[in-house]
């Protein structure tokens, strides 16, 4: 009785047509999640199949092979690549950690305003543009170099890591840079000796996060660092990286190339998500 | 007579004098991000300067681009970088904030961090490993759909696609035409805006999950009370207020959408034609310049393809600002 009484009120509250709605819209809203997640499912396994073959010692200990042949590797890449993120990162974190805390320890400062604007403008520029730039600054008076894919690489970095370093910064609690303060120490040794250690976390969070970010960049490279077939230490001579020899074997009309693009986008991607996946790991047990 | 308290100065002026200088330092190096800023603008002007001052407006409403008669009219690429942004945008909108909706309102935890998770890390697939996969896998369907569509089964097609390439020859275009298949490679307009696409999702996605999580619980909640079905408190309590945020994301995907360089480049088939058929190449402004900067030997191409850079950084420094302005206004005071 009481059983038969409800559901007739619930039908009362929900017509049948409301009811077909609002599953009718889920049903629409699961479909587009799983359209949104699967080109990454895809594409990672499309990665897997086709690359997972040509990873061999070869890959990660010989240069490419000439046009035409096969065998060889990426060697040379993978180097440049991890030459000119550790140049990168000089740029990138020296300039965006100091931008960080300008922003977050001096915000009644005139000038806050202006430079957090323009650090959130320079996040929208895009990558070529910071190629052409580089080109300019570099390229055009000392020709090509893995400094100069280093330094538009670097350009890129500052955003990402102005934000998130402002980001952290600010929630370490006011009442900790007091106690600092109270305690008779200057303002710039509580920002270097107690604030800043207490953010490390997400700092480097962010730091990990703008590598990741600019580690698969190509289009800046192309005409500053350029690539190179041979190892190459010097940062003067032109460079290559893994995200330029995917470009160029992806775009190659041999299969050896293609493979080869292939094994160095599942090696890149592989960084790429372990970098990221580690990044929120460490943010999140802050 | 008491002893007025005699407070120790010395460190204390110590100190400031080493905060002052800690400030210095600190405001030298956030400095270099203005300087980056100038700099771009400096170099790209003054090597867009030779291109400028000989074309002039003209640069931005001719349409022929060609290298070898020296004619350097951008209009084609500026609309293909239009046509592409735009098209990726309105199919990437609706898809982008139902995600987002699925991971704050449907899924329980267990499932809503995972895809969240996930639709973060597409935003993380470099641009290159998006156009080699496009390019391997996506453009031989297309092609093989194209080729269909021309197969001897149907002639009254293949007479369409003849009179078609015949207006095409004249330089006509109908809107019948803009649909006809006309390449075999599978590149071209339509590949990619399908990748940009997908591309552009994550940001959208990720701006509105943020957004919709700052409606208050009490909105929904009130809703819930009234009797109303969930899809009803998500189109009338959710959505009209997480309206204006989802617009700065929106506005936010565009600008990525606007510079995405080389898998658009390895993909749009690189056309300075005009564009007459959503199947065939075009160029976008970025890759333009990814394909020719390189090869540029004269200084009027290379200087035309510099103005496209400065054309394009002026265009995101303006979406990019709109955008944030938008995402500020909405931010509740006090969170910043």
Known sequence: ?286 | MIEPVRRPSTPARLSSSSDRTFEWVILLLAAVIVLVFVLSIYQLGRESWPALSRIGVEFFTQRTWNPVSGQYGAAAMIAGTLITSLVALVISVPLAIASALFVSEYAPKWLADPVGYLIELLAAVPSVVYGLWALFVIAPVLARWQTTFFSPEYPERLALYTKCAALWADNHTTLQCFFVPNSGAGRGLALAVIILTVMILPYTASVARDVIRLVPAEQREAMYALGATKWEVISRAILPYARAGIMGGVILALGRALGETLAVAMVIGDSQDVIRSIWGNASTMASVIANQFGDAQELLHRSSVVTLGLTLFFLSVVVNYVARLIIARLTPKGIQ
């Open chain 1, 1 to 286: 009785m009481g059983v038969s009484t409800l559901t007739a009120s619930r039908r009362v509250g929900l017509s049948p047509a409301r009811r077909a709605r609002n599953m009718f819209m889920g049903g629409l809203i699961l479909l587009a999640t799983l359209i949104v997640v699967a080109p990454l499912i895809l594409i990672f396994a499309y990665l897997l199949r086709e690359g997972l073959g040509a990873m061999n010692l070869d890959f990660f200990t010989k240069v490419p092979a000439p046009e035409g042949e096969t065998g060889g590797g990426l060697l040379n890449a993978i180097l440049g690549s991890l030459e000119m993120l550790a140049m990168a990162s000089v740029i990138g974190v020296g300039v965006g950690v100091a931008g960080g805390i300008f922003l977050a320890e001096y915000p009644r400062h005139p000038l806050m305003p202006s430079i957090r604007m323009i650090s959130d403008v320079l996040a929208g520029i895009p990558a070529i543009v910071m190629g052409l730039v580089a080109y300019g600054l570099i390229v055009l008076r000392f020709g090509f170099s893995g400094l100069a894919g280093a330094l538009a690489l670097g350009f890129l970095m500052i955003p990402i890591v102005v934000r998130t370093s402002e980001e952290v910064l600010k929630l370490v609690p006011q009442t900790v840079r007091e106690a600092g303060l109270a305690l008779g120490l200057p303002k710039w040794l509580v920002t270097l000796k107690i604030v800043l250690p207490a953010a490390a976390g997400g700092i480097i969070t962010g730091v990990m996060l703008a590598l990741a970010r600019v580690a698969g960049e190509a289009a800046p490279l192309l005409f500053t660092a350029f690539g190179n077939n041979l190892v190459n230490a010097d940062p003067t001579k032109p460079m290559s990286a893994l995200p330029l020899e995917i470009y160029r074997g992806a775009t190659s009309a041999y299969d050896e190339n293609q493979r080869m693009a292939k094994a160095g986008a599942l090696l890149l991607i592989l960084l790429i998500f372990a970098t990221s996946l580690l990044a929120r790991r460490f943010g999140r047990r802050k």
